[in-house]
């Protein structure tokens, strides 16, 4: 079975700098990976998503993702961080095109 | 289009009790899917349908949890006779059919039970 783990639970960041948060998966087939968002009091909302071709994905927001076969990680990128990225971001795995398994998520905090 | 919507949003109910969580999709979406999500934990896949048919159940849906989309339109998920571990937030999620490939599935609010 494929799971994720997101190293760190907490990232703290100030406002305008970059923030980088990690997301290792594992599995013994090929893998479809997606981070998802979650504002307080919302529902998750897809930033960007891996299927196939370019290893580099582009999302919503300014975040990027890049798909590491070899390292199995998807780790998620922004240059330069708003106070309303405050949200906790969850990393996802599928190897099908219904289930999707997430990790225990990540708190981004951004301070002034 | 609202998108996914819940009903209701809380619910507190006493151990042993039977409780029932609505789900309205977005309308073109064939498929709907079901995920538990405890406190500090990513949520959990339960069940998935695909318009009336139920396709898949985890080993997390004990005999207790039942979960219906009658006519492949809102779908309903009962618990019967809660205990304390229930106690978690019950998202759902639609998306358009994935046919091999994973389409975005989009989350509802989510409804909080607490069994007390």
């Known amino acids: 079975a494929q799971s994720v783990t997101q190293l760190d639970s907490q990232v703290p960041v100030f406002e305008e700098a970059p923030v980088e948060l990690r997301c290792n998966y594992s599995?013994?087939?090929?893998?479809?990976l997606f981070w998802y968002v979650q504002y307080p009091n919302q529902g998750l909302q897809l930033l960007l998503k891996?299927?196939?071709?370019?290893?580099l994905v582009k999302g919503i927001n300014g975040f990027e993702a890049e798909f590491n076969k070899s390292q199995t990680s998807f780790h998620l990128r922004k240059p330069s961080v708003h106070i309303s990225d405050t949200a906790e971001y969850f990393c996802?795995?599928?190897?099908?095109?219904?289930?999707?398994?997430f990790g225990a998520g990540t708190t981004v905090t951004v301070r002034a | 289009d609202t998108g996914v919507s819940q009903d209701p949003r809380h619910k507190i109910t006493k151990r042993g009790q039977n409780v029932t969580f609505r789900c309205d999709p977005i309308?073109?979406?064939?498929?709907l899917y079901w995920y538990r999500q405890t406190l500090g934990q990513g949520p959990e896949f339960l069940t998935y349908?695909?318009?009336?048919?139920?396709?898949?159940k985890s080993r997390l849906l004990s005999d207790r949890f039942s979960a219906e989309r009658p006519k492949g339109s809102f779908s309903t998920l009962e618990i019967q006779r809660t205990e304390q571990g229930d106690s978690a937030m019950y998202l759902c999620?639609?998306?358009?059919?994935?046919?091999?490939?994973?389409?975005?599935?989009?989350f509802g609010q989510g409804t909080r039970l607490t069994v007390v």
């Open positions: 999620a639609s998306s358009r059919d994935g046919t091999g490939v994973p389409q975005e599935a989009f």
């Open positions: 599995s013994s087939v090929s893998v479809y």
């Open positions: 891996y299927l196939s071709g370019s290893t």
């Open positions: 996802a795995v599928t190897i099908n095109d219904y289930k999707l398994s």
């Open positions: 309308s073109e979406h064939n498929r």
């Open positions: 349908f695909q318009n009336e048919a139920q396709l898949e």
